[in-house]
């Protein structure tokens, strides 16, 4: 069940009629949905439900095969559709009264809801009228006349390097301390860089502290406590660019001289969380969905799988792959993690094992998803006039890519490629004279296999729906191709480290210190982190 809020509760009570209200200007008449303050046209404050058609068209969806909620068994259809009056607005919902193999892009649909008492959900099924008939669905725009060119000459990139990195024990379902964890890396990062816990006088966090278990180990608190720490500045916040966000914040807090070693830290105990929730040990109550579930979670997309399957058959449909580029990808980071002692799955897997596994939700299997793993991963960013006096190789930020571009949104702004990857990217080009051709090694973040295509892409390594033809059945993308892609296995067979992982390992590569996985001559590495929610993307050098 939705939690309506002050902003939304009249379109949740308003289908008790049968019909089917959408926020509209009365200035320009564009509709916003989910409603907001002002319209998303003309910027006009005048906004007011009004009734709608009901019709709309699929213009991506996904059969989910996991059980997500016990009272919603799969499987089940989720769809994003397009209204009649504006293909710029969507719902995500559910088509009904039909099977599921009968969905497709493009297929027309019409509402009716499904009653909660004074909750009114809204439902697609097959429009009787239009049966056979294919609809046109809209395209994803070039938002590169949107990139921001430098605010100044100055790049605060260059005056700081990373110098130390470091990494506890990563497994599934240790069932350790969280925290413990993350002095353990904390503690092997300050010693990399040749560094004592006094001379850490600033600290760098993501998410910090969160509702959500299993995605933190507390924030700043619980670590200075641990470790006893003063720091002049510290830092935890989830709304930055990706996981990579809180890194990007150290580096801007030693360029400003507030600081000359900046601690950052990334911890996840997820595994562990899901075994004492099934256990009993952990209260898990339910609860309305509230924040971006609202809108998501009454119709079973509980997780990314889903959101992000949408998109990849939007992406199929307009450019005709199929999961076979999928599996490329699911078999190279497998190949790759049997040369890393470090990685969470390091047997080999054929393409005809990524086709045998269980669905979880269409076009992704199980290979198509990243292993959730207990760990922490831990990096030092310090001053660059500080170089001088470390023990390992400096490894240098080039770039940083970081603007938004597309609405911050699963299901309104972009269908083709994940959301918040073609700003960061974009956005990269504009702070560095270094090229696509420049670029030794990429760690892409890979929660979903297509979460590394749509990286893939929107870096200009290929143009959009090229990613195929560019990884040549997997050998471009290989240890020893034209780009190696997630030498050390990346999320998918390595573990989710989510996206701290991918920092570690491209300083690594860039040191000439990833032994049995290194690729040769490696000078130049570009880390992506996050995607959907506001993403990143940096550029890495050994010079």
């Given at each position: 069940m939705?939690?309506?809020t002050?902003a939304s509760?009249?379109?949740?009570?308003?289908?008790?009629d049968g019909?089917?209200?959408v926020?509209r200007c009365q200035e320009?008449?564009a509709?916003?949905?989910p409603?907001?303050?002002?319209c998303?046209?003309c910027?006009?404050p005048?906004?007011?439900?009004?009734?709608?058609?009901?019709r709309?068209?699929?213009?991506?969806f996904?059969?989910?095969?996991?059980?997500?909620?016990?009272?919603?068994p799969?499987?089940?259809v989720i769809a994003?559709?397009a209204?009649a009056?504006?293909?710029?607005?969507?719902?995500?919902?559910?088509?009904v009264?039909c099977?599921?193999?009968?969905?497709h892009v493009?297929q027309?649909?019409?509402?009716?809801?499904?009653?909660?008492?004074?909750?009114?959900?809204?439902?697609?099924?097959p429009d009787?009228d239009?049966v056979?008939?294919?609809?046109?669905v809209p395209?994803?725009?070039d938002?590169?006349a949107?990139?921001?060119?430098p605010a100044?000459?100055a790049?605060?990139e260059?005056?700081?390097f990373l110098?130390?990195v470091?990494?506890?024990?990563i497994?599934?379902?240790?069932m350790?301390?969280p925290?413990?964890?993350t002095v353990?890396?904390?503690?092997?990062a300050i010693?990399?860089?040749?560094?004592?816990l006094?001379?850490?006088?600033?600290l760098?966090t993501?998410p910090?502290?969160?509702p959500?278990?299993?995605m933190?180990e507390?924030g700043?608190?619980?670590?200075?406590?641990?470790l006893?720490?003063?720091p002049?500045w510290f830092n935890?916040?989830a709304d930055?660019p990706g996981q990579?966000?809180a890194?990007?914040a150290?580096m801007l807090?030693?360029?400003?001289?507030?600081c000359r070693?900046?601690?950052c830290?990334?911890?996840v105990?997820e595994?562990?969380?899901?075994?004492?929730?099934?256990d009993?040990?952990?209260?898990?109550p339910a609860?309305?969905?509230s924040?971006q579930l609202e809108?998501?979670?009454?119709?079973?997309?509980?997780?990314?799988a889903?959101?992000?399957?949408m998109?990849?058959s939007?992406?199929f449909?307009?450019y005709?792959?199929d999961r076979?580029?999928?599996?490329?990808?699911?078999?190279?980071?497998r190949?790759?993690?049997?040369?890393?002692?470090?990685a969470?799955?390091?047997d080999?897997?054929?393409?005809?094992?990524?086709f045998?596994?269980?669905?979880?939700s269409?076009?992704?299997?199980l290979?198509?998803?990243?292993?959730?793993v207990?760990?922490a991963?831990a990096?030092?960013?310090?001053?660059?006039e500080t170089?001088g006096?470390?023990p390992?190789?400096p490894?240098?930020?080039?770039?940083?890519?970081t603007?938004?571009?597309?609405?911050?949104s699963?299901?309104?702004g972009?269908?083709?490629?994940?959301?918040q990857?073609?700003?960061?990217a974009?956005?990269l080009?504009t702070?560095?004279d270094?090229r696509?051709?420049?670029?030794?090694v990429?760690l892409l973040?890979d929660?979903?296999?297509?979460n590394?295509?749509?990286w893939l892409e929107a870096?200009?390594f290929?143009?959009?729906g090229?990613?195929?033809?560019?990884?040549?059945e997997?050998?471009a993308i290989?240890l020893?191709?034209?780009?190696?892609?997630n030498?050390h296995?990346?999320?998918l067979?390595a573990?989710r480290?989510?996206?701290?992982g991918?920092?570690?390992?491209?300083v690594l590569q860039?040191?000439g210190q990833?032994?049995?996985?290194?690729v040769?001559?490696?000078e130049?590495?570009?880390?992506t982190t996050?995607?959907?929610?506001p993403g990143?993307a940096l550029?890495l050098?050994?010079?």
């Amino acid at each position: 069940m939705p939690q309506p809020t002050l902003a939304s509760d009249q379109f949740w009570s308003s289908g008790g009629d049968g019909i089917l209200r959408v926020t509209r200007c009365q200035e320009c008449g564009a509709y916003t949905h989910p409603p907001l303050p002002r319209c998303r046209s003309c910027g006009g404050p005048k906004l007011d439900l009004e009734p709608v058609s009901g019709r709309a068209v699929v213009v991506g969806f996904t059969v989910n095969h996991q059980q997500w909620l016990a009272d919603f068994p799969p499987p089940y259809v989720i769809a994003i559709v397009a209204l009649a009056e504006d293909d710029g607005v969507r719902l995500t919902t559910n088509i009904v009264n039909c099977a599921p193999d009968e969905v497709h892009v493009g297929q027309f649909v019409r509402v009716l809801f499904d009653h909660l008492g004074d909750i009114h959900v809204p439902l697609f099924e097959p429009d009787p009228d239009r049966v056979g008939e294919v609809g046109e669905v809209p395209k994803d725009g070039d938002v590169a006349a949107g990139v921001r060119p430098p605010a100044s000459s100055a790049r605060f990139e260059h005056r700081s390097f990373l110098s130390g990195v470091g990494q506890s024990r990563i497994g599934r379902r240790l069932m350790v301390d969280p925290l413990a964890l993350t002095v353990d890396a904390c503690q092997e990062a300050i010693a990399d860089a040749g560094l004592t816990l006094a001379d850490i006088d600033g600290l760098s966090t993501y998410p910090g502290r969160v509702p959500s278990p299993g995605m933190s180990e507390g924030g700043i608190g619980p670590l200075v406590e641990a470790l006893q720490l003063r720091p002049t500045w510290f830092n935890a916040a989830a709304d930055t660019p990706g996981q990579a966000g809180a890194v990007i914040a150290a580096m801007l807090a030693v360029a400003s001289g507030l600081c000359r070693h900046v601690l950052c830290y990334r911890t996840v105990w997820e595994s562990s969380h899901a075994t004492m929730v099934r256990d009993g040990r952990w209260d898990a109550p339910a609860a309305r969905a509230s924040g971006q579930l609202e809108f998501l979670a009454p119709y079973g997309a509980m997780s990314a799988a889903g959101w992000i399957g949408m998109y990849a058959s939007k992406y199929f449909h307009r450019y005709g792959a199929d999961r076979t580029m999928l599996g490329w990808l699911a078999v190279n980071s497998r190949a790759n993690a049997a040369r890393n002692p470090e990685a969470v799955y390091r047997d080999p897997i054929t393409l005809d094992d990524y086709f045998a596994a269980r669905m979880v939700s269409t076009p992704f299997g199980l290979y198509d998803c990243d292993v959730p793993v207990d760990g922490a991963v831990a990096l030092v960013v310090s001053a660059i006039e500080t170089a001088g006096d470390r023990p390992q190789p400096p490894v240098r930020v080039e770039a940083v890519g970081t603007q938004i571009l597309e609405r911050l949104s699963w299901d309104q702004g972009t269908l083709e490629h994940e959301p918040q990857t073609a700003g960061p990217a974009q956005h990269l080009w504009t702070r560095t004279d270094l090229r696509q051709h420049d670029v030794d090694v990429a760690l892409l973040y890979d929660g979903f296999t297509f979460n590394a295509v749509s990286w893939l892409e929107a870096l200009g390594f290929c143009e959009p729906g090229g990613a195929a033809d560019f990884m040549d059945e997997g050998r471009a993308i290989a240890l020893g191709g034209a780009l190696p892609v997630n030498p050390h296995g990346g999320q998918l067979s390595a573990g989710r480290l989510h996206g701290f992982g991918f920092l570690r390992e491209a300083v690594l590569q860039l040191r000439g210190q990833a032994a049995g996985r290194q690729v040769a001559g490696a000078e130049t590495a570009v880390v992506t982190t996050g995607g959907g929610a506001p993403g990143s993307a940096l550029l890495l050098s050994r010079h």
